[in-house]
């Protein structure tokens, strides 16, 4: 058997062997799953595919990016300060020292001492910031409304760390050839691209943005007219979640232009992981000249129905039909109607991608971020490169980056050293 009918088999016949043993017995179709992916990552190809894009090439229009408050902003900066005092439950009352903090695009960015440098990365020095905004957009009982106007008199929160934070990692070795942007994170391919003299700056999290809620935000679902309005309210609540990505990164980078001028900010690429890729087409819309390579693990698209079909339990929102239990072509309606009305679902802001370079890892079985919902962020791509693996969400962020690390950073320095690229989406058949 050839290479390429042995990635055919590793990618076509042990997923269908796993299927198979999954129905006898659960335990069984891990090993099979585990040992597919395994050699598949090997052979440090997957299956390789391409795919056109279809849907409208249109970037996200400044009215439709969700509000921020910035009035006051830089008195409310200068008043942070010079110690917090943290409120994590297992640090409660640690002093944290805040460097600088200052009004930058639509937020407020904090410099924060970083006594503790993370030790899992090839990284002597790092800087912590963290970005705080205000949306206007507020809970009114089971409705969501546009209601605060105001900032508050002092920044108030839990933990100073609540806000979106980043992490400047920069190489041991000599000065940083350029910048990488990770959101999500990934600590394999982050020591790779350390080890190659790049500087990384990543998002471990977007502070509010899928995280465990205690109160998840309720939305009741009649069919009819209320159908629509409804998912209305669903695409305003993601799109403004999704919004903390670009207007923090769009800010740090202000920061770092004004306050750390020996790290250059070109070359650069944007990676995203799991959500992190979810959010990346985002940031792209919001700037399209930044970057000139694009890498997305674990992604996909229409960010409700993976909010339904994850099997993620802190996704933040919860939906009940009202009378008789959904059909699937509630369902379809429902998915319809969100759709028309978000703008910052990947189903839309991909097409910020279609001047760069972009490669794309999948995993087959992946039950975080739906598999199907993956499929669909790559048939709403252009020409892209695609990475697909027999397994889970988990093993595609654990064993295969660390298998592939080396790889994704090639591929990156070699998109990088190539002129940009122009090309019109193709329309969908």
């Not at 585990?34 to 391409?50: D, E, H, K």
């Not at 394999?188 to 990384?200: I, M, S």
């Not at 980078?253 to 306050?259: K, P």
């Amino acid at each position: 058997m050839g290479r390429r009918g042995t990635l055919y088999f590793l990618c076509e016949i042990i997923p269908e062997m796993a299927t198979i043993s999954y129905t006898k017995s659960r335990m069984s179709a891990f090993p099979a799953l585990l040992v597919g992916g395994l050699i598949a990552v090997a052979f440090s190809n997957g299956c390789a595919t391409q795919a056109r894009r279809g849907g409208s090439a249109s970037l996200v229009a400044e009215a439709d990016w969700p509000p921020r408050i910035t009035v006051g902003l830089e008195r409310l900066a200068a008043d942070v300060p010079d110690v917090l005092l943290s409120e994590r439950e297992e640090e409660s009352g640690t002093p944290i020292r805040v460097v600088r903090c200052v009004a930058y695009g639509l937020g407020i960015v904090l410099e924060l001492d970083s006594d503790k440098p993370d030790e899992s990365v090839a990284s002597t020095r790092e800087t912590e910031l963290v970005f705080i905004s205000y949306s206007p957009l507020a809970r009114a009982g089971e409705r969501l409304d546009r209601r605060r106007t105001r900032l508050p008199k002092r920044i108030t929160f839990d933990d100073p760390r609540a806000g979106v934070p980043w992490h400047l990692y920069e190489p041991k070795d000599g000065s940083a050839r350029g910048l990488i942007v990770h959101l999500g994170g990934n600590k394999y391919v982050g020591r790779a691209l350390l080890k190659r003299g790049w500087a990384v700056l990543s998002a471990s999290s977007t502070g509010r943005f899928l995280q465990r809620r205690q109160d998840p935000i309720t939305f009741e679902i009649e069919r009819g007219e209320h159908l629509i309005e409804t998912a209305g309210q669903i695409a305003l609540v993601f799109d403004d979640e999704l919004a903390d990505w670009p207007y923090s990164l769009e800010a740090v980078l202000q920061y770092l232009a004004e306050h750390r001028t020996d790290i250059p900010q070109t070359p650069t690429a944007v990676m995203g992981f799991s959500i992190g890729a979810i959010a990346l087409p985002a940031v792209a819309a919001r700037m399209p000249d930044r970057f000139q390579a694009a890498v997305l693990v674990a992604g996909g698209a229409n960010l409700l129905e993976i909010a339904r079909r994850t099997h993620k339990p802190d996704i933040g929102i919860k939906l009940e039909w009202v009378g008789d239990e959904p059909r699937p072509e509630d369902w379809r309606q429902l998915y319809a109607a969100y759709l028309e009305q978000v703008r910052l679902d990947p189903y839309h802001t991909v097409a910020a991608l279609t001047e760069m370079p972009v490669l794309m890892y999948h995993a087959a079985y992946d039950q975080v971020v739906p598999g199907a919902m993956g499929e669909l962020l790559f048939a709403r791509m252009g020409d892209v490169e695609r990475l697909v693996f027999p397994v889970g969400h988990k093993h595609l962020l654990r064993v295969v980056m660390r298998l592939q690390a080396e790889r994704i950073v090639e591929w990156t320095e070699t998109a990088l050293s190539e002129p940009p690229r122009t090309s019109e989406p193709i329309p969908a058949k």
